[in-house]
């Protein structure tokens, strides 16, 4: 034996050895040539005599073909939480959360996702986060640690979470399209369109509102049949560009940039959340709406299938098993609590939820109410 357990100078070099000795039995299993080794046996003595320095707290250090990795971590843990609630808390689940809610039993499907949250989304969480830390490597990574043969699945849950990232990102472009728009006055979306060389407004938008027109007819510029697929939208394309610029600018400067952008976006959203929230309530037949907040089916407690949709729905919301989770893990401390982190990634995610359904139906019953007025209006119109 090099060294004694009983010394002092060992006693901060533990987490070190250990650190050690797992990628010292990781190549031996890469090698088929499984050795007994103990902590004392890879860990060198210049290791144990110098002090640990406060770099070396800072990044994890792995071996890898005698040569040596830096993996930086979180400077904070406050940037780590709010780039991992940035990634779980996704626009289209809230909308989809809200469907759900008006499909699926009311209350009784908040029940059924609270109780699958709890007992299924959390200790799925957990483990994600668990293994992205513990490990301080990526998605791929990892899978190759836990099993040689299962590597391909780091591979397709990286390209699922490509392919999901393109679909996602035309949700930024049409917020940046909107935006652009926002600054005229008034927006192009309060009002009717006038046709070409005419003072009448354009009759397909009569027969709706301004607002569904100028989102089906300027923003997506559907075709009437889903066999048409028409041309490119081309007012989308620099929205688009622009959305990807952005993504790319706040992860090409590394963990630092990113968590203080996140910190900015998620700060900034929520703000704005509140103050529509505050909106919703004071609109137009939005009591109407907020009717559905007390309905509930307790039928659909026992129905199977609607738990088997609600358990997709937690895992979607979470975005468990595409890899951002243990890759965003990756970079914190071992001895970080995950399971705390887990407890309020989770109760963040379901507050959102909880005032994400009155404001939606809030936009909801508003909606109905003006397009049941400018129904009257024209059924007035034709009697006269």
């Known amino acids: 034996m090099i060294w004694s357990l009983g010394t002092e100078d060992s006693v901060p070099h533990v987490s070190n050895a250990e650190v050690w000795e797992m990628y010292a039995l990781e190549n031996q299993a890469r ?34 073909s005698g040569d040596f990795r830096a ?4 400077p904070r843990k406050a940037e780590y ?66 099993a040689p043969w299962a590597g391909g699945v780091g591979y ?21 399209f909107y935006l652009s728009h926002s600054f005229q006055f008034p927006v192009p979306w309060e009002k009717c369109p006038l ?4 003072s009448d407004f354009d009759p397909e938008c009569a027969q709706t509102t301004p607002s569904v027109y100028f989102w089906y007819r300027q923003t997506l510029k559907v075709s009437d049949r889903i066999e048409d697929g028409g041309p490119v939208v081309s007012s989308l394309s620099l929205p688009f560009f622009v959305s990807w610029c952005l993504v790319g600018a706040f992860t090409i400067k590394g963990l630092k940039f990113l968590g203080k952008g996140m910190f900015i976006l998620m700060s900034f959203s929520y703000i704005i959340f509140f103050c529509f929230f505050i909106w919703s309530l004071h609109l137009e037949g939005a009591k109407y709406g907020l009717k559905y907040l007390l309905t509930a089916k307790v039928s659909v407690v026992y129905d199977l299938r609607v738990w088997s949709i609600v358990g997709g729905q937690v895992l979607f919301d979470l975005g468990l098993g595409f890899g951002p989770i243990a890759s965003l893990s990756s970079h914190m401390p ?24 009155p404001f939606v139906l809030s936009v909801l019953g508003f ?7 400018r129904c009257t209006e024209n059924s007035y119109r034709a009697v006269i």
């Open 81 to 146: 939480m709010l780039a991992l609630m940035g990634y779980i808390i996704k626009p289209i689940s809230l909308w989809r959360f809200v469907y759900l809610w008006l499909h699926k039993g009311g209350g009784s499907f908040f029940f059924i996702y609270t109780v699958v949250l709890l007992f299924v989304g959390i200790p799925l969480l957990f483990l994600e986060m668990a293994v992205g830390q513990r490990m301080h490597r990526n998605s791929i990574d990892a899978w190759k640690i836990i």
């Open 31 to 64: 090698a088929g040539q499984p050795q007994k080794s103990s902590v004392a046996e890879v860990v060198p003595v210049s290791v144990l005599k110098s002090k640990p320095s406060k770099e070396q707290g800072r990044v994890a250090k792995t071996e890898e």
């Open 334 to 357: 071992q001895a970080n609590n995950c399971l705390r982190d887990a407890f309020i990634a989770a109760l963040v995610n379901l507050v959102t939820m909880f005032f994400v359904i």
């Open 195 to 198: 046709l070409k060389n005419s």
């Open 367 to 373: 909606w109905a109410t003006v397009l049941t007025h």
């Open 156 to 176: 397709s849950s990286f390209i699922m979470c490509f392919i999901a990232s393109l679909y996602t990102n035309v949700v930024n472009a049409w917020i940046v």
């Open 71 to 74: 993996r930086p971590l979180w």
